[in-house]
């Protein structure tokens, strides 16, 4: 199997499809393709408006004032004041379809997100810190739609308020108009250069905010590991040191931002000296009027403001790019559940189980488990013994397909469990992992994670068969009591207890136990040792075992080496076989009581 590792931050010099990502961000957009015509209609319809004031003072200056007249005065006075109000007024509300659609983007995405990442294979997720995934469904969605929306409008905006400007300024004095072109081709080369430089940075910076999210989600989740070594510092230093990553890879970017608009103004304050340099002569040799130049000025001003908005555009538009892509790059990992379109759906299955000359590696070349050939009666239990490494979690992690094996086949009830609907082939297997997982809300919703359907009569008798029942209602909200995050309220003890009742409430025709290892004391073991067999009772059971009172509660014991069964035989067979078994269990369990 092979396996793309995307652990590390993207290379900053992976060259990104910028075509390919604008397309796919512009699908994104796509339903709100009328909203965003509407506003960039009005963005024009204010850069029109925008053209009003300088053509009113034109007339204030040329005729106006000349004419003397107080009334004329007052009456382009209120004009003006007109045409700033309405202005006012359609930037309110396009400022509010923007922000909108930004919102819905943000919801889509994130969401759409999300249940890709919940729908990737283990390994990917072994793969990748929780808190870089983190980090790209929050900070980089938000960042995204930010940098896009206000991106592509402004970029729309701006090319043609650019036109319409540019017609004015030639309608209004072409030769002034010509000397002002002069200065857009050093505009545009400093545009492209910056762009050039951003780019690679924006992705740069996004990688490391990536980072301190994921030093900090590490870090927070091992406080107790943190606390227990006293390694506060370590912790502390290792996400200053993050941090300080992302700051220096963010003040890298600022420096190029902060010297590129004061460029481009530079630029268009040396076309303004040129214009008074020539307007001021052409208006002494009489060719102008000063209400012209006036007016002329003002639109110069104008028509650099999109200019200068094109490039911040481009600062923008790279942050958004630098985010889709590390958005697309999740979206494009493949998700586990592509069944074939034949997949077949599992009623409920008897529960027998195959293992079909199964070979199977994390890595290529490396194999774990070799040519397991086994079969499983339904309602057998199984229990899976050998030395630590052997692949006995590796083993049963094939029947809910957590993994694909490299060679053979796994088979549940005759069906290749590749063939199946992953969803239905999960719904016939209940697991208790080795280290319990509690979400933090109450016990109730704890125990129906399983089947959130249930009534609180089947959550009580659950917890009872798992003898749950007694310290869940000495708690003090008893069922409704929280957990905390992970559990970390209960006992270790409880906990399990908790899950074997969320494995019971389940009722599943296969289960798959990684029974724990963690001393309990006596009774509590007792207890859970119960509520097991229950659970087990009449399933197909996958018990790793680590206690001897499951091993000879087993229909067949497996015993497992180098990912081989070397053994395999009842508990008494075994025994008397004087083999790996016979030694691993004097060693193992000598002075346990017999179960
Ligand atoms: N996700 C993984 N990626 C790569 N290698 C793995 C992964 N999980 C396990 N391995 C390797 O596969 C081998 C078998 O591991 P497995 O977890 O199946 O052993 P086990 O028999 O369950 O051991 P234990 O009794 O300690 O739980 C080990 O060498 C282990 O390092
Ligand atoms: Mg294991």
Redesign the pocket.
Known sequence: MRMRTIREPLAADRPVDVRGTLRRLAGYLAPYRLLIVLSIAASIGLSLLTLLPAMLTREIIDTVIPSNSAAQALSVGLLLALVYAVRAAMVVVNQYIITWIGQQLVYNLSKELFGHVQRLPMRFH?SMETGQIMSRVTNDVGSLQQALLGGAVTAAVSVLNLVVYLVVLLFLNWQMTLLILTTVPATVASSIIVSSLLRPRYRDVQAKIGAVTASLQENVAGIRVSKAFAREERSIAQFALRTQDNYDASTRTARIQAGYGPTTQLIGGLGTCLILWYGGSQIMGQNLSLGELVAFMSYVTLFYSPINSLTSVNNTLQQALASADRVFQFLDETPEDLDPPDAVVLDRVAGRVDFQHVWFG??PGQP?LNDIDLHVRPGEIIALV?T???????LVNLIPRFYLVTDGRVEIDGHDVRDVRLDSLRTQIAVVLQETYLFASSVRQNIAFSRPEASLDEVVAAARAANAHEFIVAMPDGYDSDVGQGGSKLSRGERQRLAIARAILADRPILILDEATSDVDRETEALIQHALERVMHGRTTFV?AHRLATIRKADRVLV?EHGRIIEQGSHEELLRLEGAYARLHRMQFAGEPPG
């Not at 630590?388 to 590796?394: E, L």
């Open positions: 072994e994390y890595d774990v050998g630590t490494g052997a692949g006995k979690t590796s790793i497992m």
